[in-house]
Antibody
Framework: EVQLVESGGGLLHPGGSLRLSCVVS????????MNWVRQAPGKGLEWVSS????????YYADSVKGRFTISRDNSKNTLYLQMNSLRAEDTAVYYC???????????????WGQGTKVTVSS | EIVLTQSPVTLSLSAGETATLSCRAS??????LAWYQQKPGQTPRLLIY???NRATGIPAKFSGSGSGTDFTLTISNLEPEDVAVYYC????????FGGGTKVEIK
């Protein structure tokens, strides 16, 4: 069974930092790009970042560029999102998401984790 | 950035009816469009990719069509379990989602 399990969310003050993790199982992680998508409370979906299978190409949404860093460890089947200089508007559930096809980093997402909640508040 | 505009924002229909959801892109995206269903308290579920291809395990009551800038998700024989928010998504850089259409049963 394909599974994505996020962790690392929490409550923190503006300006703080947090690292999210997503451990995957059930498929060959090293063959797929991976993505982070977030959803603010009561709002729609917002793509955050993408990383190719070999980490050679990385994309960010403008809203997080320069503050967030995506990375992965294929030996540990784990995707990361380092979040710095956090703002209230970063408050959301953060999902890791697997693309449908191996050859696209930006694609439809056929598997989603359950999400980890990040709350930024003073 | 490609903007996806979904309409209507809310769709209220009776059980058994057919729901027609629209997604319009601000520029042509060929058929690079996906549709998701998100039920209350759940994670998104991929329904359709490449505009008209059903994802694994998705019943035939869900169908997608369109190309270029105008796309449609059709849900036939609406049932209470279809109550959800439906999102469209394009896979350019940056990847973007539409604002969603909430489907309700009268």
């Amino acid at each position: 069974e394909v599974q994505l399990v996020e962790s690392g969310g929490g409550l923190l003050h503006p300006g703080g930092s947090l690292r999210l993790s997503c451990v995957v199982s059930g498929f060959t992680f090293s063959n797929y790009a991976m993505n982070w998508v977030r959803q603010a409370p009561g709002k729609g979906l917002e793509w955050v970042s993408s990383i190719t299978s070999d980490s050679s190409t990385i994309y960010y949404a403008d809203s997080v560029k320069g503050r967030f860093t995506i990375s992965r460890d294929n030996s540990k089947n784990t995707l990361y999102l380092q979040m710095n200089s956090l703002r209230a508007e970063d408050t959301a559930v953060y999902y890791c998401a697997k693309p449908l096809r191996t050859y696209y980093s930006l694609d439809a997402f056929d598997v989603w984790g359950q999400g980890t909640k990040v709350t930024v508040s003073s | 950035e490609i903007v996806l505009t979904q309409s209507p924002v809310t769709l209220s229909l009776s059980a058994g009816e057919t729901a027609t959801l629209s997604c319009r892109a601000s520029q042509s995206i060929s058929t690079f469009l996906a549709w998701y269903q998100q039920k209350p308290g759940q994670t998104p579920r991929l329904l359709i990719y490449a505009a008209s291809n059903r994802a694994t395990g998705i019943p035939a009551k869900f169908s997608g069509s369109g190309s270029g800038t105008d796309f449609t998700l059709t849900i036939s024989n609406l049932e209470p379990e279809d109550v959800a928010v439906y999102y469209c998504q394009q896979r350019g850089n940056p990847l973007t989602f539409g604002g969603g259409t909430k489907v309700e049963i009268k």
